[in-house]
């Protein structure tokens, strides 16, 4: 195959929008905390709740890149996850390249999250590449987006991944 | 605690933003997945992480994003806002490993309504090895 093509197969998911998932937990101080334990993060605005309630807030918020975690789907009961959501994009027919790696990510943070917010989000499949050889592997790079809502359809944030799926060669 | 409070107009393009060291003992990988609730195999299994080209578990993204962000606002204080980190992962961090982080101001300008900041953050482990190398953006409040 050469380098510059992308199968039609592959090309067809370009552009398409995944449905909601909605986070398993609101927004809470408890696990605000831990991401903090975490990283030893002392933002009075996460975890001091009178510095917060004195602050522009007027209570605690969450740390902006938790977005991602307001998402996690829990651990039990089983929950089934759409496989066009997040940026594994596991039902795309790439069975010959099993192995994903995040290359990169860019995130933004446009309003803040506090607890009691329910944060839901749904994965737009922004663009693969074609078949490329790197020193890991060779295989596709996938962009995909996240796009974070709270229960007002107020945009939060948002994270780009890129992810290489590759095989070793 | 006492916190930073720094203002737009103490910062000038070039300053350095200061390091900050975090060691990856067994017990911070388990605070990473209380953390992150990412509990992929990667991030916690050596085998799996070494049937995927890995040397062993790997802290997932999500720690050094928590790292980037701790580094951002202890310097500015609670009063600077995050706007948006980008960040290039270059090599995994595994258990044992410091994790520093470190940055500088490339740009300073102001917009509409804010006052913002760019920044360039570097990843480094013990041995100077560069993890991950991230651009940021932050709005800093003025004097006043």
Redesign the interface.
Known sequence: MEASELPAELQKYIGRMSGFVEGPDEVNKAMIRHWCEMVEDANPLYIDERYAESSEYGGIISPPAMQSTWVYPRWWPPVEMPSDVGPAQLDLPLENVPIPAVISLTEEYLLPMRPGDRIRYRTKLDNISPLKKTRTGEGYFITTTNYYYNQRDELVGTSQYVLFRYRIR | ?S?NRLCWEDVSEGDSIPKIS?KLTRD?MV??I??????FPLHHDDEFARS??YKAAAAP???L??????CL??WTG?TG?????????MAPNYQGDTINVAGKVTRKYADSDNHKVDCELTVTKQDGTVSARAQAVVTIPTRG
């Not at chain 2, 994003?65 to 701790?70: C, D, V």
């Open positions: 605690m916190f975090l911070r605070m990473i209380c953390g992150t609730r990412d509990i995927m080209g993204i999500a720690f994003q928590g790292l980037l962000e701790r606002t202890d609670p806002k995050i706007r948006r980190i980008s960040l290039t992962l």
